[in-house]
C-alpha cells in the first residue's frame, strides 16, 4: 500500500511559478512510477507528467512540456512538480498517483491540491 499527500497548491498569477510536493508512505515506494495528473472543472482528468522509480526517464504532456518538471526523492519518499511560466488553463486540481503502468493504470491517488492562476 501506498498513500499520498500533496501540498504546495495556491494562487498565483499569470507567468509564475509553483513547486507541488508529493509525500507517500508505504514501504514499496520506491518501486512504483510516479505522477501528477489533473482535473480542471468541467473537463475530464489528464495525465500531467510521469517519473520512471529510479528518476531516470521522464514524460510530459505536450501541453506543460519545457514549462514543467518532476523529480523525486526515494530516500525522503517525495516526489515534486515544478511549474514555471503558469498559464490561467493550468488552473486545476492537481493529484499525486503511483503505479507501475502510467499514465495509463494508476494505483494510487492521492487527495489533490488546488492550483488557481490567475490572468
Known amino acids: 500500500q501506498v498513500q499520498l499527500s500533496e501540498s504546495g497548491g495556491g494562487l498565483v498569477q499569470n507567468g509564475g511559478s509553483l513547486r507541488l510536493s508529493c509525500a507517500a508512505s508505504g514501504r514499496t515506494f520506491s518501486t512504483y512510477a510516479m505522477g501528477w495528473f489533473r482535473q480542471a472543472p468541467g473537463k475530464e482528468r489528464e495525465w500531467v507528467a510521469v517519473i520512471s522509480w529510479s528518476g531516470g526517464i521522464k514524460r510530459f504532456a505536450d501541453s506543460v512540456r519545457g514549462r514543467f518538471t518532476i523529480s523525486r526523492d526515494n530516500a525522503k519518499k517525495m516526489v515534486y512538480l515544478q511549474m514555471n511560466s503558469l498559464k490561467p488553463e493550468d488552473t486545476a486540481v492537481y493529484y499525486c498517483?503511483?503505479?507501475?503502468?502510467?499514465?495509463?493504470?494508476?494505483?494510487?491517488w492521492g487527495q489533490g491540491t488546488q492550483v488557481t492562476v490567475s490572468s
Open positions: 498517483v503511483a503505479g507501475n503502468r502510467l499514465p495509463d493504470e494508476c494505483d494510487y
